[in-house]
């Protein structure tokens, strides 16, 4: 095993090797997958005990993109050996303690998120070249590993390919038994995200174009790797996730995993979001936005992508096409619920549908003033951007006011909004859920500047409004506080409306008869007895 007894003399580099990893977290199951993978003769685990650990066997008949590179399958089957060959460094008899130790540390030790994307890119690279096929990146070494550079280019086709290589390793860290079907999602909004804000041209690109995925327009790696940092910073988390739950699951016989399709629970266990409700928030959006966000809320919009239908329910708090469009209809539906928010927009300009987003940290409140503490704005498609809070001394991050009761000598604007100031927000929908006007980043000093959707221009947008949906991203805690003060809102209605008949007397003596007697025959005389 790799743990020493008390009597046996520590050597500096295994107790270095031991300390590092222990940081992570990990050191007690890391134990335990050397006692179950190692030979007991020679104490290290051989090297295709570790491949056969990463070993993937994946059934994805369903495709829910409109492209698919034909050399995925074989960078699946080679990410298992470029896994082990890039951190887990063997001698002949295989690895040993302290090498088992430094190769996780490498791969999912504490580092800065450049060095965890480069890590990524490299096992993607290698797993493109031992599957035969060609692509545009380098990695230079010059004194090892460490201090390999990436230069190249990627082709759209090879991005996809990274990004449901992603996907894959997410999927399966959390379902390593393959219980839940998987389909590759579309992303194609990331991919064209990268193109057009990396290519040479890229923003004079027409991103409606479906031909783009399938083009040769080289993406070079130094601008890819600056966009990756800023718009998908989770995503080298996906390599980290994957490789400490395959080694979590790992048994000194492990089985290869079965294809999802040919399991009988598959068929009962499978619930995709795109299958029964075609909700704006697609597996793919979701996960997309899981990429730019952590804490709680990471794993609540992943619900979308791997729960079941009924779990999903839970989450969505309103949708217009459900529950009917307009702000009195949305606020019955999220008032009390006091949680981060995502609030999706689809809506249709000159001809081109588009799909927005704002994440707000806090409740929705009815006032006549921008309010909360933090958020982000999201281009969603056809194009993915990300754009959070600013460092600038304007805090608008949302509006929402409902019509007031009595007079108004100066009548604020109602509806919804999203930075920018008030008349000039730099998202805004009116009461009744039908028209979307959005400005230029200009007149936002809230959020980060960039476009919401392509070729939007200077001036102001006026969009139609196609449907609306808000996600609570609180956990069921919230949900759970929310549904009590609904409870508790109803039966106030409910007793406000109840007329309590003991409360009045004879019906011929009481205050309403008279009034009633009064209108049908204004003339007659009342006469009081005594």
């Not at 990268?194 to 783009?212: P, R």
């Not at 307009?326 to 000159?350: D, H, K, M, Q």
């Not at 604007?413 to 009461?431: A, K, L, T």
């Amino acid at each position: 095993m790799g743990a020493s007894s008390s009597t046996e003399q520590v050597s500096p580099e295994r107790r270095e090797a031991e300390s590092l990893a222990a940081s992570t977290g990990a050191l007690t199951v890391l134990e335990k997958v050397f006692s179950n993978l190692s030979d007991p003769q020679t104490q290290t685990i051989p090297i295709s005990s570790l491949q056969e650990c990463f070993n993937l066997s994946i059934d994805y008949q369903n495709c829910q993109a409109s492209f698919k590179p034909e050399n995925f399958p074989g960078l699946l089957n080679n990410l298992n050996q470029s896994i082990v060959d890039q951190f887990f460094l063997a001698e002949k008899t295989g690895l040993n303690w302290i090498a088992f130790l430094n190769g996780y540390t490498k791969c999912c030790g504490r580092m800065a998120t450049s060095n965890s994307l480069n890590n990524l890119l490299r096992v993607f690279s290698a797993a493109i070249v031992k599957s035969g096929a060609t692509t545009g990146l380098k990695i230079e070494s010059s004194d090892g590993e460490d201090d390999s550079k990436i230069n190249g280019y990627l082709l759209p086709a090879d991005l996809l390919m990274l990004f449901w290589m992603c996907w894959v390793m997410c999927w399966n860290s959390r379902n390593p038994k393959g219980k839940v079907k998987l389909d590759l999602l579309d992303v194609n909004n990331l991919v064209l995200s990268a193109v057009s804000s990396c290519a040479e041209g890229g923003s004079e690109l027409n991103v409606w174009d479906d031909d783009l995925l399938k083009s040769d327009i080289q993406i070079p790696v130094g601008k890819l790797h600056v966009w990756m940092l800023k718009t998908v910073p989770n995503l080298p988390e996906s390599l980290v996730h994957f490789v400490y739950s395959r080694l979590s699951n790992s048994s000194p016989k492990q089985d290869k995993l079965e294809p999802s399709s040919s399991s009988s629970s598959s068929t009962s266990n499978s619930h995709s979001i795109a299958e029964s409700h075609n909700y704006l928030l697609t597996p793919g959006r979701a996960w997309t936005i899981s990429l730019t966000i952590r804490s709680t809320m990471h794993d609540e919009i992943l619900k979308a992508c791997f729960s079941h239908d009924d779990e999903v329910k839970e989450n969505i708090l309103y949708r217009a096409s459900l529950h009917g469009k307009g702000l009195n209809r949305f606020w019955s539906n999220v008032e009390g619920y006091n949680g981060p928010i995502l609030v999706l927009i689809s809506a249709t300009s000159e001809d081109h549908s588009w799909t927005i987003g704002a994440l707000t940290h806090q409740a929705y409140e009815n006032k006549d003033t921008f309010y909360g503490t933090s958020g982000s704005l999201y281009a969603i498609t056809p194009v993915f951007d990300h754009f959070t809070s600013s460092a600038g001394k304007e805090k608008n991050f949302v509006y929402s006011h409902l019509h007031v009761a009595g007079y108004e000598a100066k009548p604020k604007p109602v509806g919804i909004g999203f930075g920018g100031s008030m008349g000039n927000e730099r998202v805004f929908m009116d009461e009744d859920f039908s028209k979307l006007i959005v400005r230029h980043h200009a007149y936002d000093k809230t959020y980060h500047p960039g476009f919401l959707f392509p070729n939007q221009g200077y001036l102001p947008t006026e969009a139609q409004v196609l449907d609306v949906e808000v996600w609570g991203l609180g956990g069921e805690r919230v949900k759970e506080v929310q549904i009590s003060f609904q409870k508790r809102e109803q039966l106030f209605t409910e007793q406000r409306r109840k007329i309590d008949l003991k409360t009045f007397t004879n019906w011929e003596d009481s205050p309403e008869k008279m009034m009633m007697d009064m209108v049908a025959n204004p003339a007659a005389v009342q006469r009081e007895k005594r």
